[in-house]
């Protein structure tokens, strides 16, 4: 079933995902106290980029400095973090991907992409970039590759294909598994200029080359890591300085939209950004939130007397559902301004905001007015939380959550893991390794555990390793454990699919969280139940291909994640199928029911949703193709 991509005659093998089941994998490891932060020990490398690559691996990735952990006769710059059992082993990563981007393609394979130059001590050039030049003997970083692995053997390569320059880029997976390369520069710096701007897009497996992009050109200075989204329609949302289009890449065309409200979201501004849920009872629609920020002027953030680190941060959210209206709402504010602001999704359908600072921006420099070489200063170490479906004005909450006491300023990163903790490590606003300044080099690494833990987790039977675009439902038991002993808590049952993304500069790129279509039958008799379970919808544009989380998720409280492949496995068109009718919900007396008339034909999903209507929000969608 899972076919190689070929580049070149350089084969790209995807994860091994065989088709059947599996069932839920107990309760987690660690009994971690609900609402707190606990060091778990301390990273090879310091967490510049993270990304869970598989069930059991979270992979690290730094930029060129002179870490303490060796590998090959020159500082490591790359891990990988066994989640089993804490075990690390250091990776040979071979340029220097300091700034650049990440995600992962539909086969399952990671690329990192951009950089900076080849450096020598403190971050300074290297004479050469072939990476013959010591101290670090680093190569330009342009584009590296990981297959993760489960025997330890796997590590980052040169890809056959190499993207142009770009420091500062963004990555988006695309509805046929390949990925959308955008913006940049080619030297560096705190923001962009004219003699180094790179505005334009290409694609990963190349189909061309560079493709200019009028709205980045616009927007210098404020133009590097553009916030992109893939939207259901097949378009993608770009935000870039105080301009917002959506471009749709088939007719190369960009669509100018709303200029965002209130203050710049992307870096250095960095905001807090994240696509909501996409859920049956939403159709399908996507809105995006953006939540504090800088409010800068275009022209002060290269003025000769801009202070960085004097910048107070906005408090300011507001959304958009840029499929719908091009229109941005506000919403609740933040509970405090804050910049470096990172947003996870939570299988509990909330989003976990934390790191970040209450002054300054991202980035660092040899200046005199940064703290050590921070252009922030003032921590946030509480974390919050937002509830998407709290009333206006209850959004935000804290829950009871300890702060954590480690600053994780410029260069941190965060991830969920399959237990349905948070992995947060690394800050380093730093141009090297440095351990005496305010804000040092930081390798200890932690998790927060989310207000489930403590409870005991469901572990549903009969789970799925790979998810289709359409096509034929899918039956998961639940036992009365499952359901605290109570068959009427299948009313509060969801099925959920995490894509985790790609950690860096407080955004995940590829990030996304869906909700799939259920319907149940309980039985009273053991308070048991079977949750029947569609497909993704009918439209790759809501997921990309690609490896995913799937969580089953009761009242509140979901079983550990699985990983899942979603689509074919393989990079190129993806098979799209009918969307199924579930049969209605019911609790039955007993199991011995007839199963044929518990599975009768009815459109109704969990909650009323009817399929008919979640295909009618899709139907819109260009180039969506339904085969029977």
């Given at each position: 079933m899972w076919k190689p991509l070929i580049l070149t005659g350089v084969a790209i093998a995807p994860l091994a995902f065989a088709q059947q089941t599996q069932d839920a994998l107990g309760q987690p490891r660690r009994n971690g106290s609900p609402g707190t932060f606990e060091v778990v020990g301390q990273s090879l490398v310091s967490a510049q980029q993270l990304f869970l690559g598989h069930q059991n691996a979270v992979y690290f990735l730094d930029k060129v400095e002179n870490n303490p952990n060796q590998i090959?006769?020159?500082p490591a710059w790359g891990s990988e973090w066994r989640l089993s059992d804490d075990q690390q082993r250091p990776l040979n990563v071979v340029t220097n991907s300091?700034?650049?981007?990440?995600?992962?393609?539909?086969?399952?394979?990671?690329?990192n992409v951009g950089g900076n130059q080849a450096v020598t001590w403190g971050g300074n050039g290297a004479d050469v970039q072939d990476g013959s030049s010591g101290p670090y003997f680093d190569a330009d970083g342009r584009q590296s590759m990981l297959d993760p692995c489960t025997d330890q053997h796997c590590d980052w390569r040169i890809s056959p294909h190499r993207s142009d320059q770009r420091w500062y880029p963004t990555l988006e997976t695309l509805e046929d598994g390949s990925i959308i390369i955008l913006g940049g520069c080619r030297n560096g710096g705190y923001v962009n200029d004219q003699y180094q701007d790179n505005p334009t897009y290409e694609f990963f497996p190349p189909t061309g080359g560079p493709i200019r992009s009028p709205v980045l050109a616009r927007n210098l200075p404020v133009n590097l890591y553009p916030l992109v989204w893939l939207l259901p329609s097949g378009k993608l949302l770009l935000q870039a300085n105080y301009e917002t289009i959506l471009l749709d890449r088939v007719r190369n065309q960009e669509i100018p939209l709303d200029n965002m409200p209130d203050a710049v979201r992307v870096y250095p501004a960095s905001a807090g950004t994240i696509m909501l849920p996409l859920t049956p009872d939403n159709g399908y629609t996507a809105t995006v939130l953006f939540c504090g920020g800088s409010s800068v002027a275009t022209e002060r953030w290269q003025a000769p007397d801009f202070i960085a680190i004097q910048q107070a941060p906005s408090t300011s959210c507001v959304k958009i559902t840029p499929?719908?209206?091009g229109s941005y709402t506000h919403?609740?504010?933040?509970?405090?301004?804050?910049?470096?602001l990172n947003f996870i999704h939570l299988p509990d359908g909330t989003i976990l905001g934390l790191n970040g600072a209450g002054m300054g921006t991202a980035g660092y420099g040899n200046v005199t007015w940064a703290q050590g070489q921070s252009y922030a200063d003032n921590p946030v170490m509480a974390p919050i939380l937002y509830n998407p479906k709290a009333p206006a004005g209850q959004k935000f909450s804290r829950n009871g959550f300890q702060a954590s006491n480690i600053p994780r300023m410029y260069h941190s990163s965060a991830t969920l893991l399959p237990d349905g903790s948070v992995m947060v490590s690394g800050s380093n606003p730093n141009s090297?390794?440095?351990?005496?300044?305010?804000?040092s080099t930081e390798y200890r690494t932690e998790l927060f555990y989310p207000s489930y833990f403590g409870k005991s987790r469901p572990q549903p039977k009969a789970l799925p390793t790979q998810l289709s675009y359409g096509g034929p439902s899918f039956d998961v038991h639940l036992s009365s454990d499952d359901l605290a002993g109570n068959v009427d808590n299948v009313n509060h049952v969801s099925a959920v699919v995490i894509r985790t993304g790609f950690s860096t500069h407080?955004?995940?790129m590829g990030q996304r969280y869906v909700e799939l279509a259920t319907s149940f039958t309980g039985y009273q008799s053991n308070h048991t139940a079977t949750l029947h379970v569609s497909q993704l919808p009918p439209n790759a544009a809501v997921l990309a291909p690609g490896p995913a989380l799937l969580f089953i998720v009761?009242?509140?409280?979901?079983?550990v994640g699985v990983h899942v492949m979603v689509g074919s496995g393989q990079i190129g068109p993806q098979q799209i199928g009918q969307a199924a009718n579930l049969p209605g919900s019911q609790i039955l007396p007993t199991a011995s029911t007839n199963s044929k008339e518990n599975r009768r034909n009815g459109a109704i999903s969990r909650g009323g949703v009817k399929m008919s209507v979640v295909l009618a929000a899709l139907s819109g969608v260009v180039g969506l193709v339904v085969e029977v």
């Open positions: 090959n006769g020159h300091f700034c650049a981007g990440g995600g992962v393609l539909g086969n399952g394979t990671w690329i499929d719908v209206s919403d609740d504010p933040l509970p405090e301004a804050r910049s470096m090297d390794y440095n351990a005496g300044v305010k804000f407080a955004m995940n009761v009242n509140g409280v979901p079983s």
